[in-house]
């Protein structure tokens, strides 16, 4: 079995990105706004977090796909390449968690 990665999923929205909305869901999202698909975002994000608190395993495996997805075309809609996330997670290992989250507000 072929292994498909997050990055695979990154290639396939930004490929999706650039098809007709006739045939993209993707493209559909990004051509109604970065409202819209920060709202779809922000809906899933709450589905997963109702899903982690629940006893159904598979839920909540299928709600974190579904998240992840609307995170990559949030930043596929904002231009943001998910090497730059993983470029800002890398620097954040430094530090402990702790003094990161301290540093950004201020102490």
Known sequence: MTTFTIHDLEARV????AASPEQSYTR???DK?????AKKLGE???ETAL???GEDREHL???TAD?????????EARGIKLAEVEATLGARTAYSGLDEKAAR???
């Open 51 to 53: 899903a982690a608190v």
């Open 67 to 75: 998240l992840l997805y609307h995170l990559l075309v949030v930043l």
């Open 105 to 107: 507000k201020g102490g």
């Open 33 to 37: 706004g970065i409202a819209h698909c």
């Open 14 to 17: 930004h490929e999706r990105a």
């Open 61 to 63: 495996i299928a709600e």
């Open 44 to 46: 899933e994000a709450v």
């Open 28 to 30: 559909k999202l990004i």
